[in-house]
């Protein structure tokens, strides 16, 4: 039988000395340590409970086919539907028709009453009263950590007031569900999921409720993630986004238009919808109890993310949710140093793509300020930037790569010379090719009439005598792509 230290010791010598945790161990955002090979399960993990398949749930839009064409459920807003229930979410209706929505009567509702809470229960038996949604907060910011703990602390306060109220914990807990939504890293997000129903069947526990029951979970595709730049690409976050919620255990499921950033058309709805109905009729997911059982990573992920969550719910306990600008700017400025990548958009930009029609909606977008400066620069009417290459052709290529895809990414088209005739050129080539002869090209190409010469790759002990030859700038892996195109602009 091979042991972990079997697995180990040829891991360790092929590091040859470099540390396994700072090498193979990837830290999230929320602080998640995400190991290479997991082998056991946490203690006292239970596996999830088994469902019926999912429904796919769409925004509602005035004479809109969905129902009729493959969706399971409506997701309306308070003003659109029976005033007394206040509602956002109907389902299993068999109609689009308002007045026969209101008839069906299974609902869940919006933001917690208690008096909502005893009509539902006494005159709709099967709907939920309080949904209890962190949306807002994932738009705002929040990471993953942050948003769940954000839905046990508004799940504990509604817990609260219907408890106060007179309702039983079996009754409280049986009038909360939550709509949470669901983002780019595919694992991570299924895991969050999961760890929700964790932690809240923790919270359901301590307030009495002896037979904790399944708690309805609506899973919304991420609006943070669409862009308005190459939205054919949205197609595949919406895809995975899906696949995340549908194993994490979502009984709703939300997904996006490829073109939800601009003006969501009906092409787009047809192709959401259906990308739930393909998952769920020929993929057959939401037809295998716990799909995600089984890896050991996924439910070790599970339990430190429901740890960490408990842990901030705790503190947000004392003192109050907190705003989340400061990780909305860490994001921000992850995104502008290409740590996050956001393809179509900061990676394989694709240059001849149209300007977009529609402007973007309101609202917090991952893609906002690296399309916002390909608009500029679309504006500008700049020149195309000229690689210059050094070295041989085969050892220039990794750094012309990395420039092609550097400046189509803030909106810069890149071509090969040797002779430049423009305002930008970069030096593209290895490290030996730049200790010997950049100096001598730098100097040529500003001496020829180049306003910015950059140079791709980190100088190291060479920049002074480049900055001393004429080079402005220099771009490599984690450098600013916005500030840095920005000041090419000038």
């Known amino acids: 039988m091979v042991t972990l230290a079997d697995w180990r010791a040829p891991v360790d010598k092929e590091l040859a000395g470099k540390s396994f945790e700072k090498t193979l161990v990837h830290q999230t955002p929320e602080g ?64 689009s028709d308002l007045e026969r929505l209101r008839s069906k009567r299974f609902a869940l509702c919006g933001p917690a009453s208690a008096e909502r809470a005893k009509w539902v229960l006494a005159n709709a038996p099967g709907s939920i009263a309080s949904m209890i949604s962190t949306l807002s907060h994932h738009e ?33 807990a049986s009038q909360v569900a939550f709509q949470i939504s669901v983002g780019r890293d595919t694992f991570l997000e299924l895991c969050k999921l999961r760890a929700l129903r964790t932690a809240w069947a923790k919270v359901l526990t301590a307030v009495g409720v002896r037979e904790v ?48 950033a601009t003006a969501p058309s009906l092409h787009g709805r047809r192709v959401a919808r259906n990308t739930g109905l393909v998952l769920r009729e020929e993929s057959h997911l939401g037809h295998v109890s716990d799909p995600a059982a089984g890896s050991y990573a996924l439910e070790t992920m599970t339990d ?51 300007p977009p029609s529609q402007p973007a909606t309101s609202g917090r977008r991952d893609s906002m300020q690296l399309e916002a400066l390909r608009d500029r620069v679309e504006q500008s009417k700049l020149a195309p930037v000229a690689l210059v290459t050094l070295g041989s052709f085969a050892e220039s290529r990794a750094r012309v790569g990395f420039a092609l895809n550097f400046f189509a990414a803030g909106g810069l088209r890149a071509t090969e010379s040797t002779t430049p005739n423009v305002k930008i050129a970069c030096l593209c080539g290895p490290d030996e090719a730049y200790a010997a002869e950049a100096v001598t090209r730098v100097k040529a190409l500003k001496a020829a009439g180049v306003e910015r010469v950059m140079l791709a790759g980190r100088p190291g002990a060479l920049e002074p005598s480049l900055r001393e030859a004429g080079v402005d700038g220099f771009i490599y892996v984690g450098c600013d792509l916005i500030a840095t195109t920005s000041e090419l602009l000038r």
């Open 32 to 95: 998640l340590a995400v190991a290479p090979l997991y082998t056991t399960l946490p203690p006292g993990l239970t596996p999830s409970s088994a469902s019926a398949p999912f429904r796919i749930c769409m925004r509602y839009e005035p004479g809109a086919s969905d129902l009729e064409e493959g969706a399971d459920a409506l997701w309306l807003k308070a003003d659109q539907v029976a005033a007394e229930l206040n509602t956002f979410l109907i389902i299993e209706s068999a109609s």
């Open 304 to 354: 430190e993310f429901a740890r960490k969550a408990w842990q901030r719910f705790r503190e947000f306990e004392k003192t109050g949710m907190p705003s989340f600008e400061a990780a909305w700017s860490e994001r921000l400025e992850a995104i502008a140093k290409r740590k996050i990548s956001i393809m179509g958009v900061s990676e394989f930009a694709n240059l001849d793509e149209p």
């Open 213 to 260: 029951p399944r708690t309805v979970i609506h899973a919304v595709c991420s609006m943070r993630t669409m862009t308005v730049r190459d939205p054919w690409v949205n197609m595949l976050r919406v895809t995975t986004q899906v696949f995340s919620a549908v194993l994490g255990g979502a009984d709703l499921v939300t997904p996006n238009a490829f073109d939800e």
């Open 140 to 172: 705002t910011g929040a990471n993953g950590v942050d948003e769940l703990a954000c839905a046990l602390s508004l799940g504990t306060a509604t817990l609260k007031t219907l408890l106060e109220a007179g309702l039983t914990p079996a009754q409280a």
